[in-house]
T-cell receptor, first 114, second 114 residues
Framework: GDSVTQMEGPVTLSEEAFLTINCTYT??????LFWYVQYPGEGLQLLLK?????DKGSNKGFEATYRKETTSFHLEKGSVQVSDSAVYFC?????????????FGKGTHLIIQP | GAVVSQHPSWVICKSGTSVKIECRSL??????MFWYRQFPKQSLMLMAT?????????EQGVEKDKFLINHASLTLSTLTVTSAHPEDSSFYIC??????????FGNGTRLTVT
């Protein structure tokens, strides 16, 4: 079946550091890929997405590029802020397998220190 | 094992009837649970935040009289789709926060309204 693997946390960085959260996937067909963010005490929010190979999703300074050759969708940000502290989830929808549900990674807790 | 149980996993109902979906936290108390909806091949969208002992907080555009949320105990939140119509057919997912732990998702409920 489909699966998403992302780096385990917590990941602790200093403000203005460069961020990378790794995400790799296993899926048949041609999935769409997503990053979701959950801020403390809030529900999940869509951060960015990419629907085909080589697409780059971006939002709020975060970027992720759909790499089919490495089955990856790593999340990056050039300079993190304290307000970026949250849990980040990588997810996919497999458009080729006929399933409509999302497959989530386990989440990566990001802590940014001032 | 699963820490959030959602039931039923799928349901088919006739137009005009109501359907109740349960979300239980199995081994922890969840003061807050979240309900999401996913349309086919699209991303997950937050519908509402369910707070134990108080009214749910609905996201903009979500009809509170249509999607009734009750969080009567620290381990159970229910979503009732009232007077269901075919356009309510979707995949509904709940999640709960566990102290000092990332978000846990239920397995989702696929609702089909005929």
């Amino acid at each position: 079946g489909d699966s998403v693997t992302q780096m385990e946390g917590p990941v602790t960085l200093s403000e203005e550091a460069f961020l990378t959260i790794n995400c790799t996937y296993t899926a048949t067909g041609y999935p769409s890929l997503f990053w979701y963010v959950q801020y403390p005490g809030e529900g999940l929010q869509l951060l960015l997405k990419a629907t085909k190979a080589d697409d780059k999703g971006s939002n709020k300074g975060f970027e992720a590029t759909y790499r089919k050759e490495t089955t990856s969708f790593h999340l990056e940000k050039g300079s993190v802020q304290v307000s970026d502290s949250a849990v980040y989830f990588c997810a996919l929808i497999n458009s080729g397998g006929g399933a409509d549900g999302l497959t989530f990674g386990k989440g990566t807790h990001l802590i940014i220190q001032p | 094992g699963a820490v959030v149980s959602q039931h039923p996993s799928w349901v088919i109902c006739k137009s005009g009837t109501s359907v109740k979906i349960e979300c239980r936290s199995l081994d922890f108390q969840a003061t807050t649970m979240f309900w999401y909806r996913q349309f086919p091949k699209q991303s997950l969208m937050l519908m509402a935040t369910s707070n134990e002992g108080s009214k749910a907080t609905y996201e903009q555009g979500v009809e509170k009289d249509k999607f009734l949320i009750n969080h009567a105990s620290l381990t159970l939140s229910t979503l009732t789709v009232t007077s269901a119509h075919p356009e309510d057919s979707s995949f509904y997912i709940c999640s709960a926060s566990r102290p000092n732990s990332p978000l846990h998702f239920g397995n989702g409920t696929r609702l089909t309204v005929t």
